[in-house]
């Protein structure tokens, strides 16, 4: 019970930093950054294929 409050605590904490503006930008830098890392992520739904 202890491990579900601490990790729902985490989580909403998670949330609140994602809202914010400057942290979005660094999410979808970072997110760009992975794709062009991989391949540039062409393939719908970010799945590749083996």
């Given at each position: 019970?202890?491990?579900?409050?601490?990790?729902?605590?985490?989580?909403?904490?998670?949330?609140?930093?994602a809202?914010?503006?400057?942290?979005?930008?660094?999410?979808?830098?970072?997110?760009?950054d992975?794709?062009?890392?991989?391949g540039?992520?062409?393939?719908?739904?970010?799945?590749?294929?083996?």
């Amino acid at each position: 019970m202890i491990r579900k409050l601490l990790a729902s605590g985490v989580a909403a904490k998670v949330v609140q930093e994602a809202r914010k503006p400057q942290n979005q930008a660094k999410i979808k830098k970072a997110i760009a950054d992975f794709r062009a890392k991989r391949g540039g992520g062409s393939r719908p739904g970010g799945t590749p294929r083996y």
